[in-house]
Nanobody
Framework: QVQLVESGGGLVQAGGYLRLSCAASGRTSGTYAMAWFRQAPGKEREFVAGVTWGGRSTDYADPVKGRFTISRDNANTVSLHMNSLKPEDTAVYYC????????????????WGQGTQVTVSP
């Protein structure tokens, strides 16, 4: 089991920038993908971005393409750089991990963090 801890959420004005970080610990051996999901009040959890173990491949949801960047800082840390934030980006952001490939299905991730709140004011 991999334990994940997110940090970096907060309150920012529209157009601003935030960086989220996710640190993995525990059984981190082997190749695994890491991803960010978000869940707004009253909505389902949705995929935001993912990165493979080596950092070579990434995937982004259409609403964040061109604004968010996911990076694998080292084997056990991933960051989400969020630029040009919009009020509709307001949500709890979750880090997730699974073996091998990036997928967008929440049910296919083995490990989840506790979430960090991101609030974007108009």
């Amino acid at each position: 089991q991999v334990q994940l801890v997110e940090s970096g959420g907060g309150l920012v004005q529209a157009g601003g920038y935030l960086r989220l970080s996710c640190a993995a610990s525990g059984r981190t051996s082997g190749t695994y993908a890491m991803a960010w999901f978000r869940q707004a009040p009253g909505k389902e959890r949705e995929f935001v971005a993912g990165v493979t173990w080596g950092g070579r491949s990434t995937d982004y949801a259409d609403p964040v393409k061109g604004r968010f960047t996911i990076s694998r800082d080292n084997a056990n840390t991933v960051s989400l750089h969020m630029n040009s934030l919009k009020p509709e980006d307001t949500a709890v952001y979750y880090c997730a991990a699974r073996h091998m490939y990036i997928v967008r299905d929440t049910t296919l991730y083995d490990s989840w963090g506790q979430g960090t709140q991101v609030t974007v004011s108009p």
